[in-house]
């Protein structure tokens, strides 16, 4: 995936299980990953201009939020987010299934 001022470039659907992401930053700022699940939370190291890191995670079905989180939000306050999810949430219902 892609980090850029200021936008995340990323497949919006993924699957379940122990991902890899690799962060390319396309862009001319350090950009970090920082991946929100319900309460949870975990991030890569800021990725330099032109750098490319790893962060691995086991993920499972549901909504996740992904934002740029330098300079105490600056990049998120100009948008540098996006959305991902893992799975279908029948009619509603707390349950998230895969596929
Ligand atoms: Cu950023």
Same mark, same amino acid.
Request: glycine share 14%; with cysteine.
């Given at each position: ?5 200021? @936008? ?36 890569s190291r ?10 691995t ?7 996740y ?16 987010? @996006? ?5 279908t ?11």
């Open positions: 995936m892609t980090l850029t001022e200021y @936008a995340i470039g990323m497949n919006p659907k993924l699957r379940p299980g122990r991902t890899t992401f690799l962060l390319h930053n396309r862009g001319r700022f350090p950009h970090n990953f920082t991946v929100i699940y319900g309460p949870k939370r975990f991030h800021d990725v330099p201009p032109g750098g490319t890191i790893r962060l995670a086991t993920l499972v079905p549901g909504a939020m992904v934002a740029c989180t330098v300079l105490s939000g600056g990049h998120l306050a100009q948008g540098m987010f @996006a959305l991902f999810t893992i799975g949430r029948a009619h509603g219902g707390a349950t998230w299934h895969y596929p």
